[in-house]
């Protein structure tokens, strides 16, 4: 159903699709601005569906407008579904933070809304993502993770030297079923916008299409001294290479690349009030990226989260500590990230020994005990799991669960 958007005094109305924030915002614009009102009504209740890009970019504006004194009143979604997705989303608590509250949801495929306003709650919300990240895509080369990560990192600080957005910024990350080594990262804040950052240095520039088009070229930025400006330039590159899809909203500005048509840089006659990037980074080709990312023509290496969570102990050690990794021990949908982790540190490492500490675990589930140990012992093989892993701290009920699981694999000799 094909989305409209009207208003009635201080209330808009979305039925159907949410699919143009741009027309939404534009609505809330002429309400407050236009119209003078200072209490808003968001009516959903009709809405069909609604995806991340545009629903980051309409909770930065509305947290923008509430931080100047605006009230805003939320009508979710009668869709239970709906609901649901505001609810674990984060959506429904940032648009109305007294009627929801901020998302508990701890699923392996969706990191919620996350809001930053410091470099502290910035790297915070990046670790969490990349953490996340390495425990939901199987097989992940450590060049693409390290470019995943650089990418994430680059945008969000961004927001931060940039942007002068009076709430921060926000950022989400999804993985698609469908596509089960694809990753979607939103950035979205509420500043003053790339046009106009960029004609602080390039006062030449005549539109918000030509900001854009400098925007993702290499080494442009307002100020060399607050920034590099790869950040752009090299999230750019990193999702043309793996076939992926970028977008930036900005000012009167689009710019989006597709694998299927290309770059374009198209005129927005509704202005977006900040920046809002959308990244979709597709790790199906393995080592696609290890090129992507170059700065002046040389292959850039940066520190990933690998290396400094996990191979930065003062002895060397990589300790894997499972009371960190997991608030589960119970069951399969618990087991399989940490699996999935276990698997791609293992092929990440070179010769590191990875010590898995189980300290502090009295009891895990058998099926836990399978899909994590068990499946595990049988994707790296006898030889390689036994030089490569090691439990330490096991409690002795724990132990016979483990050593039960892997022999059962043993015996059945399949993953299924």
Known sequence: MSGT?????????????LDDFHRLLSFIHTAIEKAGYQDLILNLESCTSAFQNSMLSVCAQVMAYRNSGIAFHLKPPTSPKLQNLFRNTGWGYFLDPRQFDPSNFRGHTRIPAT?????????????????????????????????FEWAVNEITDNVL??????????????????????????VADAGVGIPTTLRQGFPEIRSDTEALDRAIREGVTRDKKVGQGNGLFGSYQICSKCHGFFGVHSGHARLEYRDSTGLSITNERIPYCGTLVVATIDFSQPKLLE?????????????DFVES?????????????LSKETNSFGSRVAGKPIRTKLSNLLRMGETEKIYIDLEGIPIMSSSFADEAFGKLFLDAGPVAFTQKFEFVNVMETVQYLINKAIAQRMSAGVID
């Open 5 to 17: 958007i009207e208003r009635n005094g201080n209330e808009v109305v979305v039925t159907g699709d």
């Open 115 to 147: 809001q930053y306003t410091s470099p502290t709650e910035q790297q915070s919300a990046v670790n969490k993502i990349v953490n996340v990240i390495l425990g939901v895509i199987p097989d992940m080369q450590r060049s693409d993770f390290a470019a």
């Open 161 to 186: 030297v940039h942007s002068q957005s009076p709430i921060g910024g926000l950022v989400q990350v999804s993985t698609f079923e469908k596509f089960r080594k694809q990753v979607q990262f939103v």
């Open 291 to 303: 090129d992507a990312l170059r700065i002046k023509g040389q292959k850039y290496r940066p520190i």
């Open 309 to 321: 969570e996990y191979e930065r102990n003062s002895d060397g050690k990589i300790i894997f500590l």
